[in-house]
Protein backbone atom coordinates (compact mmCIF):
# COMPACT_ATOMS: atom_id res chain seq x y z
CA UNK A 1 0.00 0.00 0.00
CA UNK A 2 1.33 3.35 -1.41
CA UNK A 3 2.48 5.26 2.14
CA UNK A 4 3.24 2.15 4.37
CA UNK A 5 5.82 2.92 6.70
CA UNK A 6 7.04 6.12 5.53
CA UNK A 7 8.04 8.94 7.73
CA UNK A 8 6.06 12.17 6.53
CA UNK A 9 6.71 16.33 7.96
CA UNK A 10 4.33 18.05 9.83
CA UNK A 11 3.77 20.49 7.32
CA UNK A 12 3.66 24.16 7.72
CA UNK A 13 0.08 23.60 9.04
CA UNK A 14 1.11 21.08 11.93
CA UNK A 15 4.17 23.42 12.47
CA UNK A 16 1.34 26.29 13.49
CA UNK A 17 -0.27 24.42 15.60
CA UNK A 18 2.78 23.11 17.11
CA UNK A 19 4.10 26.64 18.02
CA UNK A 20 0.47 27.67 19.08
CA UNK A 21 0.57 24.58 21.47
CA UNK A 22 4.05 26.11 22.62
CA UNK A 23 2.89 29.18 23.24
CA UNK A 24 -0.42 28.11 25.38
CA UNK A 25 1.61 26.09 27.14
CA UNK A 26 4.49 28.51 28.48
CA UNK A 27 1.08 31.16 29.16
CA UNK A 28 -0.35 28.20 30.77
CA UNK A 29 2.29 27.42 32.75
CA UNK A 30 3.94 30.14 34.14
CA UNK A 31 4.12 32.84 31.81
CA UNK A 32 2.28 36.08 33.60
CA UNK A 33 1.12 39.15 31.63
CA UNK A 34 2.62 42.56 32.10
CA UNK A 35 -0.32 44.16 33.99
CA UNK A 36 0.07 40.81 36.66
CA UNK A 37 3.91 41.97 37.23
CA UNK A 38 2.68 45.07 37.98
CA UNK A 39 0.37 45.05 39.90
CA UNK A 40 2.50 42.79 42.41
CA UNK A 41 4.96 45.64 42.30
CA UNK A 42 2.01 48.10 43.63
CA UNK A 43 1.13 45.50 45.89
CA UNK A 44 4.48 45.29 47.77
CA UNK A 45 4.82 49.15 47.72
CA UNK A 46 1.59 49.43 49.86
CA UNK A 47 2.60 46.71 51.59
CA UNK A 48 6.00 48.70 52.66
CA UNK A 49 3.88 51.69 53.35
CA UNK A 50 1.78 50.07 55.36
CA UNK A 51 4.44 48.81 57.77
CA UNK A 52 5.85 51.96 57.81
CA UNK A 53 2.63 53.13 59.55
CA UNK A 54 2.48 50.60 62.06
CA UNK A 55 6.24 50.84 62.73
CA UNK A 56 6.11 54.56 62.23
CA UNK A 57 8.98 54.78 60.31
CA UNK A 58 8.91 58.07 58.09
CA UNK A 59 11.40 57.77 56.55
CA UNK A 60 10.22 54.69 55.17
CA UNK A 61 6.77 55.69 54.35
CA UNK A 62 8.60 58.46 52.27
CA UNK A 63 10.48 55.34 50.61
CA UNK A 64 7.30 54.50 49.37
CA UNK A 65 5.68 58.17 47.80
CA UNK A 66 4.17 61.14 48.88
CA UNK A 67 4.45 61.57 52.66
CA UNK A 68 1.69 64.19 53.53
CA UNK A 69 -0.49 61.64 54.83
CA UNK A 70 2.00 60.57 57.42
CA UNK A 71 1.95 63.11 59.60
CA UNK A 72 -2.30 63.24 59.38
CA UNK A 73 -2.53 59.32 60.71
CA UNK A 74 0.37 58.70 63.15
CA UNK A 75 -1.22 59.68 66.28
CA UNK A 76 -4.03 57.21 65.78
CA UNK A 77 -3.25 54.23 68.49
CA UNK A 78 -3.29 51.06 64.96
CA UNK A 79 -3.25 47.69 65.97
CA UNK A 80 -3.25 46.85 61.78
CA UNK A 81 -2.98 48.58 58.78
CA UNK A 82 -2.65 46.93 55.57
CA UNK A 83 -4.31 47.40 51.32
CA UNK A 84 -5.34 45.06 49.19
CA UNK A 85 -4.86 45.81 45.47
CA UNK A 86 -8.07 44.47 43.81
CA UNK A 87 -7.61 46.13 40.20
CA UNK A 88 -4.42 48.24 38.39
CA UNK A 89 -5.30 50.83 35.68
CA UNK A 90 -2.09 51.47 33.77
CA UNK A 91 -0.68 53.50 31.67
CA UNK A 92 2.65 53.64 30.75
CA UNK A 93 4.41 55.26 33.75
CA UNK A 94 1.55 56.11 35.80
CA UNK A 95 -1.24 53.65 36.97
CA UNK A 96 -3.99 54.14 39.30
CA UNK A 97 -4.61 51.43 42.20
CA UNK A 98 -8.05 50.90 43.39
CA UNK A 99 -7.38 48.91 46.93
CA UNK A 100 -9.06 48.29 50.37
CA UNK A 101 -7.53 49.77 53.36
CA UNK A 102 -8.18 47.61 56.30
CA UNK A 103 -7.57 48.74 59.55
CA UNK A 104 -7.89 48.14 63.56
CA UNK A 105 -7.73 50.98 66.41
CA UNK A 106 -5.56 49.44 68.96
CA UNK A 107 -7.90 48.36 72.25
CA UNK A 108 -11.32 49.48 70.04
CA UNK A 109 -12.16 47.24 66.99
CA UNK A 110 -12.09 43.90 67.57
CA UNK A 111 -12.29 43.71 63.67
CA UNK A 112 -10.97 45.32 60.81
CA UNK A 113 -13.04 48.13 59.45
CA UNK A 114 -12.29 48.31 55.67
CA UNK A 115 -12.86 50.82 53.34
CA UNK A 116 -12.21 51.51 49.42
CA UNK A 117 -9.16 53.60 48.48
CA UNK A 118 -7.97 54.88 45.14
CA UNK A 119 -4.18 55.42 44.76
CA UNK A 120 -1.89 57.01 41.98
CA UNK A 121 1.09 56.14 41.45
CA UNK A 122 4.23 56.47 39.56
CA UNK A 123 6.87 54.96 38.07
CA UNK A 124 10.45 56.35 37.76
CA UNK A 125 13.23 55.31 35.36
CA UNK A 126 14.36 52.45 37.22
CA UNK A 127 11.12 51.25 37.17
CA UNK A 128 10.29 51.62 40.85
CA UNK A 129 7.09 52.38 41.83
CA UNK A 130 5.85 55.02 44.17
CA UNK A 131 2.67 56.65 45.68
CA UNK A 132 1.49 59.96 44.43
CA UNK A 133 -1.84 60.48 45.76
CA UNK A 134 -4.55 58.05 48.26
CA UNK A 135 -7.90 58.88 48.34
CA UNK A 136 -11.10 57.59 49.10
CA UNK A 137 -13.00 55.63 46.53
CA UNK A 138 -16.18 57.26 44.76
CA UNK A 139 -19.09 56.55 46.91
CA UNK A 140 -16.68 55.95 49.56
CA UNK A 141 -17.18 58.48 53.04
CA UNK A 142 -13.41 59.75 53.99
CA UNK A 143 -11.42 58.70 56.76
CA UNK A 144 -10.45 61.28 59.73
CA UNK A 145 -7.06 61.32 58.51
CA UNK A 146 -8.07 62.76 55.26
CA UNK A 147 -9.30 66.14 56.10
CA UNK A 148 -6.35 66.78 58.61
CA UNK A 149 -3.94 65.80 60.77
CA UNK A 150 -5.69 63.90 64.01
CA UNK A 151 -4.97 64.88 67.13
CA UNK A 152 -6.19 61.90 70.01
CA UNK A 153 -7.37 62.21 73.66
CA UNK A 154 -7.91 59.15 75.83
CA UNK A 155 -10.94 58.73 78.41
CA UNK A 156 -11.49 56.41 80.55
CA UNK A 157 -14.04 54.84 78.86
CA UNK A 158 -13.33 56.66 75.63
CA UNK A 159 -11.12 57.51 72.74
CA UNK A 160 -11.53 61.05 70.80
CA UNK A 161 -9.75 61.63 67.36
CA UNK A 162 -10.58 64.86 65.84
CA UNK A 163 -9.35 67.80 63.34
CA UNK A 164 -9.07 71.13 63.63
CA UNK A 165 -10.06 70.85 67.32
CA UNK A 166 -8.18 72.00 70.40
CA UNK A 167 -7.05 69.89 72.76
CA UNK A 168 -9.34 71.39 75.31
CA UNK A 169 -12.74 70.70 73.32
CA UNK A 170 -11.91 67.25 72.36
CA UNK A 171 -11.42 66.53 76.16
CA UNK A 172 -15.01 68.01 76.90
CA UNK A 173 -16.21 65.42 74.77
CA UNK A 174 -13.90 62.41 76.12
CA UNK A 175 -15.35 63.70 79.45
CA UNK A 176 -19.13 63.49 78.17
CA UNK A 177 -18.29 59.87 76.80
CA UNK A 178 -17.18 58.80 80.17
CA UNK A 179 -20.43 59.81 81.94
CA UNK A 180 -22.25 58.21 79.38
CA UNK A 181 -20.75 54.87 79.49
CA UNK A 182 -21.59 54.05 83.41
CA UNK A 183 -25.32 55.85 82.37
CA UNK A 184 -25.92 53.33 79.68
CA UNK A 185 -24.49 50.16 81.71
CA UNK A 186 -27.16 51.34 84.34
CA UNK A 187 -29.70 51.37 82.15
CA UNK A 188 -28.70 48.35 79.43
CA UNK A 189 -26.55 46.37 81.42
CA UNK A 190 -22.36 45.79 81.20
CA UNK A 191 -22.52 43.04 78.18
CA UNK A 192 -21.46 45.22 75.66
CA UNK A 193 -17.77 46.67 75.01
CA UNK A 194 -18.31 49.56 77.37
CA UNK A 195 -16.11 52.07 75.86
CA UNK A 196 -16.62 54.24 72.58
CA UNK A 197 -14.62 56.03 69.42
CA UNK A 198 -15.69 59.24 68.97
CA UNK A 199 -14.56 61.02 66.09
CA UNK A 200 -14.81 65.48 65.72
CA UNK A 201 -14.11 66.53 62.69
CA UNK A 202 -13.83 70.32 61.88
CA UNK A 203 -17.23 71.31 60.48
CA UNK A 204 -20.45 70.11 59.46
CA UNK A 205 -19.29 69.64 56.00
CA UNK A 206 -16.47 67.20 57.96
CA UNK A 207 -18.87 65.22 59.59
CA UNK A 208 -20.56 64.64 55.85
CA UNK A 209 -17.59 63.79 54.29
CA UNK A 210 -16.94 60.97 56.78
CA UNK A 211 -20.29 59.57 56.01
CA UNK A 212 -20.25 59.89 51.85
CA UNK A 213 -23.41 62.15 52.64
CA UNK A 214 -24.37 65.53 51.50
CA UNK A 215 -23.88 68.24 54.36
CA UNK A 216 -27.93 69.60 53.78
CA UNK A 217 -28.49 65.84 55.47
CA UNK A 218 -27.21 66.35 58.51
CA UNK A 219 -27.66 70.22 59.47
CA UNK A 220 -29.21 70.21 62.75
CA UNK A 221 -28.11 66.78 63.90
CA UNK A 222 -25.42 66.77 66.89
CA UNK A 223 -24.28 63.38 66.08
CA UNK A 224 -24.80 60.26 64.38
CA UNK A 225 -23.67 56.12 65.52
CA UNK A 226 -22.28 54.29 62.73
CA UNK A 227 -22.21 50.55 62.83
CA UNK A 228 -22.89 47.21 61.52
CA UNK A 229 -26.57 46.42 62.91
CA UNK A 230 -27.06 42.71 64.69
CA UNK A 231 -23.20 42.77 64.64
CA UNK A 232 -21.39 40.02 66.38
CA UNK A 233 -18.32 39.74 68.42
CA UNK A 234 -15.73 39.88 65.16
CA UNK A 235 -17.53 43.38 63.99
CA UNK A 236 -15.20 46.64 64.34
CA UNK A 237 -16.61 49.14 67.06
CA UNK A 238 -18.87 51.35 66.69
CA UNK A 239 -17.86 54.94 65.41
CA UNK A 240 -20.03 58.07 67.38
CA UNK A 241 -19.45 61.07 64.67
CA UNK A 242 -20.34 64.49 65.76
CA UNK A 243 -21.39 67.78 64.12
CA UNK A 244 -19.77 70.21 65.91
CA UNK A 245 -21.95 73.24 64.25
CA UNK A 246 -25.00 71.90 66.23
CA UNK A 247 -23.37 70.39 69.06
CA UNK A 248 -21.81 74.10 69.86
CA UNK A 249 -24.99 75.13 69.85
CA UNK A 250 -26.36 72.61 72.38
CA UNK A 251 -26.42 73.25 76.79
CA UNK A 252 -24.13 71.06 79.22
CA UNK A 253 -27.53 69.16 79.63
CA UNK A 254 -28.40 68.70 76.19
CA UNK A 255 -24.61 67.76 75.15
CA UNK A 256 -24.78 64.81 77.57
CA UNK A 257 -28.40 63.61 76.59
CA UNK A 258 -26.94 63.23 72.34
CA UNK A 259 -23.78 61.86 73.70
CA UNK A 260 -25.13 58.86 76.07
CA UNK A 261 -28.08 58.66 73.24
CA UNK A 262 -25.33 57.57 70.63
CA UNK A 263 -23.33 55.29 73.19
CA UNK A 264 -26.50 53.32 73.25
CA UNK A 265 -26.59 52.83 70.10
CA UNK A 266 -23.20 51.64 70.61
CA UNK A 267 -24.38 49.38 73.58
CA UNK A 268 -27.49 48.17 71.66
CA UNK A 269 -25.75 47.49 68.10
CA UNK A 270 -25.83 43.67 68.48
CA UNK A 271 -29.48 43.55 69.72
CA UNK A 272 -30.48 46.07 67.13
CA UNK A 273 -32.22 44.47 63.11
CA UNK A 274 -34.23 44.96 60.52
CA UNK A 275 -36.95 43.42 62.99
CA UNK A 276 -36.24 47.02 65.08
CA UNK A 277 -38.48 49.45 64.01
CA UNK A 278 -36.54 53.51 64.49
CA UNK A 279 -39.60 54.50 67.23
CA UNK A 280 -37.87 51.59 69.68
CA UNK A 281 -34.07 51.85 68.46
CA UNK A 282 -34.38 55.72 68.91
CA UNK A 283 -37.05 56.29 71.61
CA UNK A 284 -34.87 53.92 73.61
CA UNK A 285 -31.37 55.73 73.34
CA UNK A 286 -33.15 59.03 74.23
CA UNK A 287 -35.04 56.79 77.07
CA UNK A 288 -31.66 56.57 78.53
CA UNK A 289 -30.15 60.15 77.47
CA UNK A 290 -32.74 61.42 79.45
CA UNK A 291 -32.59 59.58 82.36
CA UNK A 292 -32.15 60.96 85.27
CA UNK A 293 -32.09 64.48 83.80
CA UNK A 294 -35.51 65.15 85.42
CA UNK A 295 -36.52 66.82 82.34
CA UNK A 296 -40.13 66.78 82.16
CA UNK A 297 -42.47 65.73 78.89
CA UNK A 298 -43.24 69.29 77.91
CA UNK A 299 -39.58 69.93 78.13
CA UNK A 300 -38.35 66.93 76.08
CA UNK A 301 -41.19 66.84 73.23
CA UNK A 302 -42.72 70.55 72.82
CA UNK A 303 -43.35 69.65 68.85
CA UNK A 304 -45.47 67.16 70.03
CA UNK A 305 -47.19 69.02 72.95
CA UNK A 306 -47.76 71.24 70.65
CA UNK A 307 -49.75 68.49 68.13
CA UNK A 308 -51.31 67.18 71.41
CA UNK A 309 -52.55 70.29 72.43
CA UNK A 310 -54.57 71.01 69.12
CA UNK A 311 -56.19 67.90 68.72
CA UNK A 312 -53.75 66.09 66.70
CA UNK A 313 -52.78 63.25 68.67
CA UNK A 314 -50.44 60.68 66.50
CA UNK A 315 -52.83 57.91 64.56
CA UNK A 316 -50.19 55.09 64.92
CA UNK A 317 -46.43 55.13 66.51
CA UNK A 318 -44.04 57.11 64.36
CA UNK A 319 -43.01 55.13 60.88
CA UNK A 320 -39.24 55.03 59.93
CA UNK A 321 -40.45 57.22 57.33
CA UNK A 322 -41.07 59.73 59.92
CA UNK A 323 -37.25 59.66 60.89
CA UNK A 324 -35.72 60.83 57.26
CA UNK A 325 -33.69 63.60 57.23
CA UNK A 326 -36.00 65.28 54.53
CA UNK A 327 -35.81 69.22 55.93
CA UNK A 328 -38.96 68.84 58.02
CA UNK A 329 -37.71 69.53 61.13
CA UNK A 330 -41.13 69.04 62.98
CA UNK A 331 -41.77 65.61 61.65
CA UNK A 332 -38.70 64.61 62.58
CA UNK A 333 -38.96 65.91 65.83
CA UNK A 334 -42.48 64.47 66.59
CA UNK A 335 -41.08 61.33 65.92
CA UNK A 336 -37.71 61.21 68.05
CA UNK A 337 -40.52 62.54 70.61
CA UNK A 338 -43.30 60.03 70.34
CA UNK A 339 -40.45 57.05 70.31
CA UNK A 340 -38.99 58.20 73.66
CA UNK A 341 -42.68 58.77 74.81
CA UNK A 342 -43.38 55.14 74.14
CA UNK A 343 -40.28 53.83 76.11
CA UNK A 344 -40.74 56.16 79.05
CA UNK A 345 -44.44 54.58 79.22
CA UNK A 346 -43.25 50.82 79.03
CA UNK A 347 -40.53 51.88 81.93
CA UNK A 348 -43.16 53.39 84.14
CA UNK A 349 -46.15 51.11 83.53
CA UNK A 350 -44.67 47.87 83.04
CA UNK A 351 -40.74 48.54 84.54
CA UNK A 352 -37.05 49.01 82.87
CA UNK A 353 -36.14 45.50 83.13
CA UNK A 354 -39.34 44.66 80.84
CA UNK A 355 -38.47 47.65 78.47
CA UNK A 356 -34.75 45.99 77.77
CA UNK A 357 -36.45 42.46 77.69
CA UNK A 358 -38.72 43.74 75.02
CA UNK A 359 -36.03 45.64 73.02
CA UNK A 360 -33.75 42.94 73.04
CA UNK A 361 -37.24 40.34 72.27
CA UNK A 362 -38.15 42.70 69.27
CA UNK A 363 -34.08 42.27 67.90
CA UNK A 364 -34.60 38.54 68.29
CA UNK A 365 -37.10 37.99 65.40
CA UNK A 366 -34.35 39.47 63.03
CA UNK A 367 -37.45 40.49 59.96
CA UNK A 368 -39.93 43.23 60.97
CA UNK A 369 -43.09 41.39 60.06
CA UNK A 370 -44.63 40.23 63.89
CA UNK A 371 -41.44 41.16 65.79
CA UNK A 372 -43.09 44.34 67.95
CA UNK A 373 -46.42 42.37 68.03
CA UNK A 374 -44.72 39.07 69.04
CA UNK A 375 -42.65 41.16 71.80
CA UNK A 376 -45.42 42.88 73.03
CA UNK A 377 -47.64 39.47 73.81
CA UNK A 378 -44.36 37.58 75.30
CA UNK A 379 -42.73 40.24 76.83
CA UNK A 380 -45.65 43.21 77.73
CA UNK A 381 -49.17 40.95 77.63
CA UNK A 382 -50.49 43.50 75.46
CA UNK A 383 -51.28 43.71 71.39
CA UNK A 384 -50.34 46.22 69.11
CA UNK A 385 -53.60 48.06 68.73
CA UNK A 386 -54.13 48.09 72.46
CA UNK A 387 -50.12 49.34 73.02
CA UNK A 388 -51.28 52.15 70.62
CA UNK A 389 -54.36 53.22 72.12
CA UNK A 390 -52.44 53.26 75.58
CA UNK A 391 -49.65 55.02 73.94
CA UNK A 392 -52.16 58.02 72.61
CA UNK A 393 -53.82 58.06 76.27
CA UNK A 394 -50.32 59.01 77.79
CA UNK A 395 -49.47 61.27 75.16
CA UNK A 396 -53.01 63.10 76.57
CA UNK A 397 -52.06 62.89 80.03
CA UNK A 398 -48.23 64.04 79.79
CA UNK A 399 -48.48 66.23 77.31
CA UNK A 400 -52.23 68.02 77.23
Known amino acids: MAGRGRARGPGVLGLCLLLVSLL????????????????????????????????????????????????????????????????????????????????????????????????RLTRDGAGRWSVASDRPATKAGQQLWDQGTVSVVRGAHSLVLGVGQSGARLRSFADLADDAVPEVSAAWGTGWAGHLVVLVPKSLEGMAGLLGSPASSYRGIAAVTTGETGGGARTPADRIIVNPDAYGMLGRVGRQVVLTHEATHVATRAHTNAATPLWLSEGYADWVGYRGTGRTPAEVAPELQHAVTDGAVPAALPTDGDFGFSGDADRLARAYEGGWLACRMIAERWDEVRLDAFYRAVGEHRERSGAVEGALKSVLGTSLAEFTADWQGYLKTQLA
Open 24 to 119: VCLVGCGGRPTSDHAKADVQRVLDRRAAAVLDHDQGAYAATGAAAGYAAVRAVPLAAWSYRVTALHRSGDTATADAELSYRVDGYDKAPVTTARVL
